[in-house]
């Protein structure tokens, strides 16, 4: 069974007080728990991060009933993993059957067993950790650990369009290692991959910060998002991450630049994304970046000196 330590977190969705206290006590033993004695209140804790594990539904309720709140749910693609488990005392078959049609993974009537009910609560707890490690997995580079394009392109969509929502600053940097492929040919693929590695996470690691993402874009190249990011700060986190490239003093005794390797950055910022809503910031970022290697490379080059 699962230790408080492990904090999974439930979300309690039932307008009977007693229904509530009988679910808590048979739950706080194992997990967290919050509660929510209607459908609106409920979407509203969906709204806030860390979002819960799990979801236990009442149907009948007043107003929004239990059906449209999964519903509503399932089609929010910030929610629709989160596992939707109706616990109510419908328990007529075409009752469930509709359950399942609105996206619940599993129906329990009432009155419930304790044990098979935490049993099956335990069991889809443990399905959404695997799913939710597998879904890590699949968006982290598997030779430098760090985020993949794949998850970079899902971010940049998201923050992108959140951006322009709310009008709010968005910086970009592109990063490519210099001379990588001399690099490899002279120190072999397997040197390379490792070079590769402590690059990555002296850029992740320079540019940590929560709202900001660092991938490998491709290959030895590397980009880091930063919503709400002004130019000024963004230019500091590049400062931050060549300065860090280059104390690894990595030997490259094929650059034309330098002894050790070293990157070039390309830095971008949008001020007014709703009213550039037309533009890529990856190919203003890209531009300058094209820009710092043609001025000799191990440099930032800012857009908006471009």
Known sequence: ?????????????????????????????YYRTIIAKNGVRALERLKNDPLP??????????????????????????TRDIPVIFITGKNEENDEARGFLVGAVDYITKPFSPLIALSRVKTHIELKRRGDMLERLAGLDGL?????????????DAEWKRSLRYESNFSIIV?????????????????????????????????????????RYGGEEFACIMPE??????????????????????DHAQSKISNHVTISLGLATVDHPLKDNNIDPVALADKALYQAKQKGRNQIVNFNEV
């Open 175 to 215: 990063m490519d290692i210099d001379f990588f492929k001399l690099y490899n040919d002279h120190y072999g693929h397997t040197q390379g991959d490792e070079c590769l590695k402590k690059v990555a996470h002296s850029i992740f690691n320079s540019a940590l910060r929560t709202e900001n993402l660092t991938a």
């Open 53 to 78: 594990d799990l979801v236990l539904l009442d149907i009948m309720m007043p107003g929004m009933d239990g059906y449209e709140v999964c519903s509503r749910i399932k089609d929010n693609p910030a």
């Open 229 to 250: 990011t002004e130019n000024e700060d963004a230019l500091k986190i590049a400062s931050q991450i060549i300065e860090s490239v280059r104390s690894l003093k990595i």
């Open 1 to 29: 069974m699962q230790t408080k330590e492990e904090y999974s977190k439930i979300l309690i969705v039932d307008d009977e007080k007693i229904n509530i206290d009988v679910l808590v006590n048979l739950l706080k033993p």
């Open 144 to 156: 430098t650990g760090i985020p993949n394009r794949r998850q970079f392109d899902q971010f940049l």
